[in-house]
């Protein structure tokens, strides 16, 4: 089996701040991808990737960057945190397509104070 | 555009007693349909999903979840659920051929011994 691990699991930042999240997977994924969590919202996609270097816009992109320079690693910027922000940031992988399984590491909690 | 509707944001049951968690989607087409479970502090997990064929389909731990084309459901049930259980559950779907997943916004599951 593989595992997709992300860096930091928990990061505190300064409003107006550059942040960096970072994802790894060893399964040999094709696709990544980067959901924020707020509590009752459920998983908002941010960002896809299907290959090394391709970068796709979810629904809520806007205020992130994303970057896939190894099949492996997928990376998330966030450009300008916003004051009192709180969430979770979720990497997943998979083989291909959305109706292949989703394989997801355990998170990175944002504060910005 | 594909939608997810998870109406019971908490549900609260007893040890030993059946579960029944209900989902509703928004697609045109017969979707890919998932059900993931998220323990506390870690990442999505998934429990079943669902493309064409027999609409009862079986997933780990005992869960099941069906299928209804005419209601456009597609409920999770357990017939006796245990204290582990406790977590969020989300439904999802994915539509053929697509990248993205669309998820619902959760529901947390309460097993009160």
């Known amino acids: 089996g593989g595992i997709i691990t992300q860096t930091p699991k928990f990061l505190i930042g300064q409003e107006g701040q550059k942040l960096t999240l970072k994802c790894q997977q060893n399964?040999?994924?094709?696709?990544m991808y980067w959901y924020r969590q707020d509590s009752g919202k459920g998983l908002r996609l941010i960002y896809y990737s299907i290959t090394e270097n391709d970068l796709q816009k979810g629904d809520l992109s806007e205020g992130y960057d994303a970057s896939r320079e190894k099949k492996s690693s997928f990376s998330l910027t966030v450009t300008s945190a916003q004051k009192n922000e709180m969430a979770v940031f979720l990497c997943a992988s998979s083989m291909d397509r959305g109706q292949d399984t989703q394989y997801f590491g355990p998170g990175t909690r944002l504060l910005v104070l | 555009a594909q939608s997810v509707t998870q109406p019971d944001a908490r549900v609260t049951v007893s040890e030993g007693a059946s579960l029944q968690l209900r989902c509703k989607y928004s697609?045109?087409?017969?979707?890919?349909l998932f059900w993931y479970v998220q323990y506390p502090r870690q990442g999505l997990q998934l429990l079943l999903k669902?493309?064409?064929?027999?609409?009862v389909v079986q997933g780990v731990n005992s869960f099941e979840a069906e299928f209804s084309k005419s209601n456009s459901s597609f409920h999770l049930q357990k017939a006796s659920v245990h204290w582990s259980d406790s977590a969020v559950y989300f439904c999802?779907?994915?539509?053929?051929?697509?990248?993205?997943?669309?998820f619902g916004s959760g529901t947390r599951l309460l097993v009160s011994p």
């Open positions: 697609y045109s087409a017969t979707p890919y």
């Open positions: 999802a779907l994915s539509r053929t051929g697509g990248y993205k997943v669309v």
């Open positions: 669902y493309y064409s064929g027999d609409p």
């Open positions: 399964f040999n994924h094709d696709t």
